[in-house]
C-alpha cells in the first residue's frame, strides 16, 4: 500500500485506473471537473482513453457502445449533467450493461450553486430515466471511500451487468485526504460471453430492445426485476456507529453521515444514548439496518436536501417509530453542534452546545 494526498475527484479517478478502466467519457461540470482532468493526464499513460464529448448525452451514449463490447468504461458529471444522462441511463440498464457513473452532486434545483448537496437522491436510487429499472448506488462519505467504493462498483457493475453510481457531492469531490492506494494491479476481466464481437457476438444477444412485442417486452421486463431483486437481497449495505444500546437514532449518508458520527460522539460524552446508522447503498436501500429497532425511541435523518432520504428510512421502519428531519439546503452544511439542538428540541433533552 501507498499512501497519497488526493482530492475526492482524483482518487475517483486513481480507482477508475487501478480497476482496469481504459475508457473514459464525459463533459467537464463543476464539482466534477477534476475527474476528468486527472483521467486526461493519467489514463493514456496505462493505454487508456479519455474524449470528452460534445455534451452529457453524447458521453452516456459513448459509454453504451464501449460497455457493449465488453469495456470496463466510466463517466463523470454533476446534477444538471447528470440528468441529461438520464435516457442513456435507461437503455444501458435495459440492455444490463454495466457502466460506472460518477455523480458529485451540486445543489439545485436548476442550474444551482457548487456547495454540498444531496438533492439527486431521488434522481439516483428511484431511477431517473423512464421505465422500471434500479441501478446500485453507492454513497462514500470520505476520501477513501471515494476510491474503496469506485474501484467496488466496477465489480459490482460487471457483476449484476448494471450501472452503478457513485454518489458524492460538492464536498468530498474537493476535500484533499490522505488516500491507501493500492498498487497498480494486472486486471483480469470477467468472461464477458454477453459482449458484441462481430458475427459470434450477434448470435449470442441482442443489444438493443427495438420492436419488442408486448409479450417480449414483459419477459424482458421481468427477467430485469429478477435481477434487481437479487440485488436488493445480497447488496443492502451500511454502517453502524454505537447502535446497540442507542435510544434515539440518527440517518445520515455521505457527508451528513460524516458530521453525524461527529454529534454522536459529543452526545455521548453527555450521556445522551444516541446512535447511527450511515446508508452505503442507497440502492438497495439497507431496510435490514433498520429490522430490530424496538429500543429506539425516535429517529432523525440528516439530509442537504428538502428531506428526501426520510421517505425511505419511514418505510424500512413501517412507521413504528418516529421519524424527524434535520436540513439544509443551497449548499449550506450541517453542523454536529445543530444536530445535537435539535435532537434536545424534538425529544425534549437536555444538551449542550
Not at 439496518?289 to 432523525?300: D, N, P, R, V, W
Not at 412507521?319 to 439542538?341: A, F, Q, W
Request: glycine content about 10%; aromatic content about 8%; some cysteine.
Amino acid at each position: 500500500m501507498i499512501k497519497k494526498l488526493l482530492k475526492g475527484n482524483e482518487a475517483i479517478g486513481e480507482a477508475a485506473i487501478h480497476a482496469g478502466c481504459k475508457l473514459f467519457f464525459g463533459y467537464p461540470i463543476t464539482p466534477s471537473t477534476e475527474i476528468i482532468e486527472y483521467l486526461s493526464k493519467h489514463m493514456p499513460k496505462v493505454g487508456g482513453t479519455v474524449l470528452q464529448g460534445e455534451d452529457e448525452i453524447a458521453s452516456i451514449n459513448m459509454c453504451y457502445g464501449a460497455s457493449a463490447v465488453g469495456a470496463r468504461v466510466m463517466t463523470a458529471s454533476s446534477s444538471p449533467g447528470f440528468s441529461l444522462k438520464q435516457e442513456g441511463m435507461s437503455y444501458l440498464a435495459a440492455n444490463q450493461l454495466p457502466v460506472v457513473v460518477v455523480n458529485v452532486n451540486r445543489s439545485g434545483p436548476g442550474l444551482g450553486g457548487l456547495g454540498p448537496n444531496q438533492g439527486d437522491y431521488f434522481q439516483c436510487v428511484k431511477g431517473g430515466g423512464h421505465g422500471d429499472y434500479r441501478t446500485i448506488v453507492l454513497a462514500p462519505s470520505k476520501g477513501q471511500e471515494m476510491y474503496d467504493y469506485t474501484m467496488e462498483a466496477f465489480d459490482l457493475a460487471d457483476q449484476y451487468r448494471t450501472p452503478v453510481v457513485i454518489l458524492a457531492d460538492g464536498m468530498l469531490g474537493q476535500t484533499m485526504e490522505s488516500i491507501e492506494l493500492k498498487e497498480r494491479p494486472t486486471v483480469t476481466l470477467p468472461e464477458k460471453d454477453w459482449a458484441a464481437d462481430g458475427c459470434r457476438g450477434r448470435a449470442k444477444r441482442k443489444i438493443a430492445m427495438y420492436n419488442l412485442t408486448n409479450e417480449e417486452g414483459e419477459v424482458t421486463a421481468l427477467r430485469l426485476q429478477e435481477n434487481i431483486e437479487r440485488m436488493r437481497e445480497t447488496e443492502q449495505r451500511w454502517e453502524n456507529y454505537y447502535t446497540e444500546d442507542a435510544e434515539y437514532l440518527l440517518v445520515g449518508y455521505g457527508t451528513c453521515g460524516r458530521v453525524a458520527k461527529s454529534a454522536v460522539q459529543l452526545a455521548r460524552e453527555q450521556g445522551i444514548k444516541l446512535g447511527l446508522i450511515r446508508p452505503i447503498t442507497l440502492w438497495p436501500f439497507p431496510e435490514k439496518a433498520f429490522q430490530e429497532l424496538a429500543h429506539i425511541k425516535g429517529i432523525l435523518t440528516i439530509e442537504l436536501n428538502a428531506g428526501q432520504m426520510i421517505e425511505d428510512v419511514k418505510l424500512a421502519t413501517d412507521r413504528t417509530i418516529p421519524v424527524h428531519l434535520h436540513n439544509r439546503m443551497g449548499g449550506m452544511l450541517i453542523s454536529e453542534h445543530s444536530i445535537l439542538r435539535k435532537i434536545a428540541q424534538i425529544f425534549n433533552l437536555e444538551v449542550k452546545v
